[in-house]
């Protein structure tokens, strides 16, 4: 069996049999199949090791956990499964890509150094989307934030409130009632897009007030620099306004697919988020999985099952170009 510290350079001439983009559910899930493939996979991390997973508490829908399973924990046995079998691991971030050369040209760091590789497997996943209001910038850290698992403990017996109607509005309005001494869910219409099971949990807690049609004019920041409330505003057109005071806002409005190193060389739906033919790309020998082209389920796993396929194509496509070698074993 092939073992990490056996897993050398693909080839003499340091060409990587195949490169994976991320460190999620995705990426992950393809860096086992790969391993197992003997692939001799190389996995690099970027900016939010883990992904948007192991910002998580409680992961109640991924199958064999009847008990459900810390988000941080199942990502992490993930990562050792797919190291066990030989995969590497690099904590850089991908600043560029360069198809047009093949080998394929990986740059990472800001160009500071450049990796060749006859495979790759896109799995950058998505970020948190912002709302763009003035302030945002020097309040995050500040009273603002996008991971209440992150920062929730921050404001215990305070009030905050959560921006978004979705299952990770729940989630977090759920998740920060363990501190909070009152949550307010700010969602711009009156009906909740989020599962019944999370909208049932949310509207039975007393400590959670709903703001419906009404959404964030303004961030308000107290003279000590820190957030002190939103100004918000309807969404019926009347321009009515209120002030709700808080201690912590919490953004969970949906995501943005991190495709910025790929220039305009792949193409996307209106959303921004990839297309592809499942998950085989336009480029022969790329290969893409997970969130970063998925806006509609975004589960993971619906991101494991993908980039299970991503690396069996990927497998097959390298064994069909000459490329696959003996290893180790
Ligand atoms: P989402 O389902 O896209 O919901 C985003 C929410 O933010 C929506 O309610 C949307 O309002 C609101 N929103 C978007 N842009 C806004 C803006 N500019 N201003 C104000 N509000 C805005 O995103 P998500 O909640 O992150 O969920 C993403 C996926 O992950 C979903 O498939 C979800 O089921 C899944 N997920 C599941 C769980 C779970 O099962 N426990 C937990 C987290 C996420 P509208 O409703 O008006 O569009």
Known sequence: MAHADDAVAAQNDGTEMLIIIGSGVAGLTAAVYAARGRLQPLLIEGMEPGGQ???????????GFPDGINGFELVDNMRK?????GTRYR???VSKIDFGQKPFAVHLDGESEVLRTHGLIIAS?????TLGL??????FGHGLSTCATCDGAFFKGRRVAVVGGGDSAMED???LTKFASEVHVVHRRDKLRASKIMQERALAKDSIHFHWNAHPAALLRGDDGKLRGLRLETTDGSGKTEELACDGVFYAIGHEPNTDMLGGALPRDTQGYLTAHGVVSDIPGVFIAG????????????AAGTGCAAAMEAEDWLEAQGLLRETAG
């Open 91 to 93: 904590s850089a971030t």
């Open 134 to 139: 003035p302030g945002e910038t020097e309040l």
């Open 53 to 63: 997973l192991s910002l998580t508490s409680l992961v109640e829908n991924f199958p």
């Open 125 to 129: 996943g998505a970020r948190a989307r």
């Open 291 to 302: 969130d970063v082209a998925d806006h509609h389920y975004q589960q993971a796993i619906t």
């Open 173 to 175: 309005a759920i998740y």
């Open 81 to 85: 499964q797919a190291e066990r079998f």
